[in-house]
Protein backbone atom coordinates (compact mmCIF):
# COMPACT_ATOMS: atom_id res chain seq x y z
CA UNK A 1 0.00 0.00 0.00
CA UNK A 2 1.21 3.26 -1.00
CA UNK A 3 0.07 7.22 0.54
CA UNK A 4 0.58 9.85 -1.97
CA UNK A 5 0.65 13.64 -0.97
CA UNK A 6 0.55 16.18 -4.07
CA UNK A 7 1.90 19.08 -3.31
CA UNK A 8 3.27 22.46 -5.64
CA UNK A 9 0.10 23.97 -7.41
CA UNK A 10 -1.01 27.53 -7.10
CA UNK A 11 -1.97 30.42 -8.99
CA UNK A 12 0.33 31.40 -12.08
CA UNK A 13 -0.29 33.77 -15.13
CA UNK A 14 -1.16 32.41 -18.81
CA UNK A 15 2.37 31.42 -20.42
CA UNK A 16 3.79 30.66 -16.62
CA UNK A 17 5.68 27.34 -15.63
CA UNK A 18 4.16 24.88 -12.22
CA UNK A 19 6.24 21.98 -10.81
CA UNK A 20 4.29 19.30 -9.12
CA UNK A 21 5.41 17.21 -6.58
CA UNK A 22 4.15 14.05 -5.55
CA UNK A 23 5.71 11.96 -2.38
CA UNK A 24 4.85 8.05 -2.08
CA UNK A 25 5.08 6.82 1.35
CA UNK A 26 6.11 3.60 0.64
CA UNK A 27 9.41 2.56 1.08
CA UNK A 28 8.88 0.14 -2.02
CA UNK A 29 7.81 3.03 -4.30
CA UNK A 30 10.31 2.01 -7.29
CA UNK A 31 7.48 -0.83 -7.86
CA UNK A 32 4.81 1.55 -8.33
CA UNK A 33 3.66 3.09 -11.88
CA UNK A 34 2.79 6.80 -11.28
CA UNK A 35 0.30 9.09 -13.11
CA UNK A 36 -0.93 12.37 -12.94
CA UNK A 37 -4.43 13.12 -13.49
CA UNK A 38 -6.46 16.70 -13.58
CA UNK A 39 -10.26 17.56 -13.09
CA UNK A 40 -11.63 21.01 -14.10
CA UNK A 41 -15.00 21.61 -12.15
CA UNK A 42 -17.87 19.97 -13.72
CA UNK A 43 -16.08 18.12 -16.02
CA UNK A 44 -14.36 14.57 -15.81
CA UNK A 45 -10.81 13.39 -14.49
CA UNK A 46 -8.93 12.94 -17.05
CA UNK A 47 -5.40 11.70 -17.69
CA UNK A 48 -2.19 13.99 -17.84
CA UNK A 49 0.91 12.14 -17.81
CA UNK A 50 2.71 8.76 -16.83
CA UNK A 51 6.17 7.00 -15.93
CA UNK A 52 6.96 3.29 -15.40
CA UNK A 53 7.83 2.49 -11.85
CA UNK A 54 11.87 2.50 -13.46
CA UNK A 55 11.19 6.18 -14.63
CA UNK A 56 12.51 4.88 -18.41
CA UNK A 57 8.71 4.64 -20.05
CA UNK A 58 7.15 7.82 -19.91
CA UNK A 59 3.10 8.58 -21.41
CA UNK A 60 1.25 11.73 -22.26
CA UNK A 61 -1.87 13.04 -23.58
CA UNK A 62 -1.14 14.81 -26.95
CA UNK A 63 -2.61 18.24 -25.65
CA UNK A 64 0.07 18.53 -22.71
CA UNK A 65 3.27 16.71 -24.95
CA UNK A 66 5.59 19.11 -25.32
CA UNK A 67 4.37 21.33 -22.50
CA UNK A 68 4.52 18.88 -19.59
CA UNK A 69 7.13 16.36 -18.50
CA UNK A 70 6.91 13.73 -15.95
CA UNK A 71 9.81 12.34 -13.89
CA UNK A 72 10.90 10.67 -10.39
CA UNK A 73 13.48 9.78 -8.33
CA UNK A 74 12.69 6.81 -6.79
CA UNK A 75 15.53 7.45 -3.99
CA UNK A 76 13.66 10.20 -2.74
CA UNK A 77 10.29 8.76 -3.30
CA UNK A 78 8.97 11.79 -5.68
CA UNK A 79 7.74 11.99 -9.47
CA UNK A 80 7.18 15.60 -10.61
CA UNK A 81 5.57 17.29 -12.95
CA UNK A 82 6.73 19.58 -14.66
CA UNK A 83 4.42 22.28 -16.94
CA UNK A 84 5.31 24.93 -19.08
CA UNK A 85 3.70 27.47 -21.00
CA UNK A 86 0.19 26.98 -18.99
CA UNK A 87 -2.98 28.52 -20.29
CA UNK A 88 -5.84 28.91 -18.24
CA UNK A 89 -7.43 25.86 -19.90
CA UNK A 90 -4.68 24.13 -17.84
CA UNK A 91 -6.88 25.32 -14.22
CA UNK A 92 -7.93 22.01 -12.09
CA UNK A 93 -7.47 20.51 -9.37
CA UNK A 94 -4.53 17.83 -10.20
CA UNK A 95 -4.20 14.66 -8.74
CA UNK A 96 -1.28 11.88 -8.67
CA UNK A 97 -1.93 7.88 -8.71
CA UNK A 98 0.07 4.76 -7.97
CA UNK A 99 -0.51 1.02 -9.52
CA UNK A 100 1.99 -1.51 -8.67
CA UNK A 101 3.21 -2.51 -12.44
CA UNK A 102 5.35 -2.85 -15.06
CA UNK A 103 3.05 -0.99 -17.40
CA UNK A 104 2.72 2.18 -17.79
CA UNK A 105 -1.45 2.75 -17.32
CA UNK A 106 -3.16 5.29 -18.32
CA UNK A 107 -7.12 4.92 -17.80
CA UNK A 108 -8.35 6.24 -14.28
CA UNK A 109 -9.87 2.95 -13.52
CA UNK A 110 -6.10 1.21 -13.46
CA UNK A 111 -4.73 3.05 -10.89
CA UNK A 112 -5.31 1.83 -7.03
CA UNK A 113 -3.90 4.33 -4.88
CA UNK A 114 -4.73 8.61 -5.50
CA UNK A 115 -3.55 11.50 -3.95
CA UNK A 116 -5.68 14.23 -2.10
CA UNK A 117 -5.03 16.40 -5.23
CA UNK A 118 -3.40 20.06 -5.36
CA UNK A 119 -5.16 23.23 -7.30
CA UNK A 120 -3.51 24.80 -10.26
CA UNK A 121 -5.08 27.79 -11.57
CA UNK A 122 -3.84 29.73 -14.13
CA UNK A 123 -5.16 33.45 -14.88
CA UNK A 124 -5.35 35.28 -18.20
Known amino acids: QVHLAESGGGLVQAGGSLRLSCLGSARTFSIYAVGWFRQAPGKEREFVAA????????KYTDAMRGRFTISRNNTLNRVWLRMNSLQPEDTATYYCAARATTLVPTERNEYDYWGQGTQVTVSS
Open 51 to 58: IDRDGITT
